[in-house]
């Protein structure tokens, strides 16, 4: 059974940074695309960043160059850097995962989800 469990979330002022983590079990991690979603209260969830397989990143604009996604193939653990926090980035953050890259890059509707973890930034 595939699981994927977020830490690292919190509240920090603007400029801050947090690092977020996804532990993943269940499934061959490195063979899987990945990626960072968030929803903020009232708005759709949105893309925030990616991995492929072979380690391919891809970002939404409005955090490129703050946000930096990476995985360790061998913990199985996803991560999220984020630096030069802004208050729009007031969210909830979800770790997802599938092996089809169209599902989770284009649909947005990747197989596997994790619960979420929190992220506060204020002015």
């Known amino acids: 059974q595939v699981q994927l469990v977020e830490s690292g979330g919190g509240s920090v002022q603007a400029g801050g940074s947090l690092r977020l983590s996804c532990a993943a079990s269940g499934y061959t991690h490195s063979s899987y695309f990945m990626g960072w979603f968030r929803q903020a209260p009232g708005k759709e969830r949105e893309g925030v960043a990616s991995i492929d397989s072979d380690g391919g990143t891809s970002y939404a604009d409005s955090v490129k160059g703050r946000f930096t996604v990476s995985k360790d193939n061998a913990k199985n653990t996803l991560y999220l850097q984020m630096n030069s926090l802004k208050p729009e980035d007031t969210a909830m953050y979800y770790c997802?995962?599938?092996?089809?890259?169209?599902?989770?890059?284009?649909?947005?509707?990747?197989?596997?989800w994790g619960q979420g973890t929190q992220v506060t930034v204020s002015s």
């Open positions: 997802a995962a599938d092996p089809n890259r169209f599902r989770l890059l284009v649909l947005r509707r990747p197989n596997y």
